[in-house]
T-cell receptor, first 110, second 113 residues
């Protein structure tokens, strides 16, 4: 079946550093979604991408919809301690269902 | 802001009990979903619904049922709770109509002893 592969699985960085993570698929997607999950909470939608090549920002977060439509990237600039959490990518299968990546766990050292 | 609420943040139940997890959304969303989340297994879809009184099985429906009597409310039912149903349960709503964004509730951490 379809899978979304997120990389890296985890990151431990210093406060102030920039962060990059990506999500790849063997299938083409028409939409890419990025979520963040704080410990003990539900995922929160960060960014939605609808068009190949699209670059969208939300504060210090920037996400890109890959040209091949098989990948997407999320960057966080100047990380802060509250960026800690799990970041998930997701893409639609059909009839409204989503497939999720396994997540990238981010830890930030003050 | 979209608001999805879940009836309990933490729940402890005994094996064999019938368990109801309630989810309410306030954005008139067509679609609603129930997931469970376990370490190393990610988010797994249990059931979803496109409309009132409609339901579809997700990837792991065994041991669960759902009810959607009103558009804003989607209930997950564990008919006879077992220890392997100890998990984080997440409800989500989505507008449907060609959009795919799902909006999650805060989750219910269920422990079955």
């Amino acid at each position: 079946g379809q899978q979304l592969n997120q990389s890296p699985q985890s990151m431990f960085i210093q406060e102030g550093e920039d962060v990059s993570m990506n999500c790849t698929s063997s299938s083409i997607f028409n939409t890419w979604l990025w979520y963040k999950q704080d410990p003990g909470e539900g995922p929160v939608l960060l960014i939605a991408l609808y068009k190949a090549g699209e670059l969208t920002s939300n504060g210090r977060l920037t996400a890109q919809f890959g040209i091949t439509r098989k990948d997407s990237f999320l960057n966080i600039s100047a990380s802060i301690p509250s960026d800690v959490g799990i970041y998930f990518c997701a893409g639609p299968l059909n009839t409204g269902k989503l497939i999720f990546g396994q997540g990238t766990t981010l830890q930030v050292k003050p | 802001d979209v608001k999805v609420t879940q009836s309990s943040r933490y729940l402890v139940k005994r094996t064999g009990e019938k368990v109801f997890l309630e989810c309410v959304q306030d954005m008139d969303h067509e679609n609603m979903f129930w997931y469970r989340q376990d370490p190393g297994l990610g988010l797994r879809l249990i059931y979803f619904s496109y409309d009132v009184k409609m339901k579809e099985k997700g990837d792991i429906p065994e041991g669960y049922s759902v009810s959607r009597e009103k558009k804003e409310r989607f209930s997950l039912i564990l008919e006879s709770a077992s220890t392997n149903q100890t998990s984080m349960y997440l409800c989500a709503g989505a507008p449907g109509l060609g959009t795919y964004e799902q909006y999650f509730g805060p989750g219910t951490r269920l422990t079955v002893t």
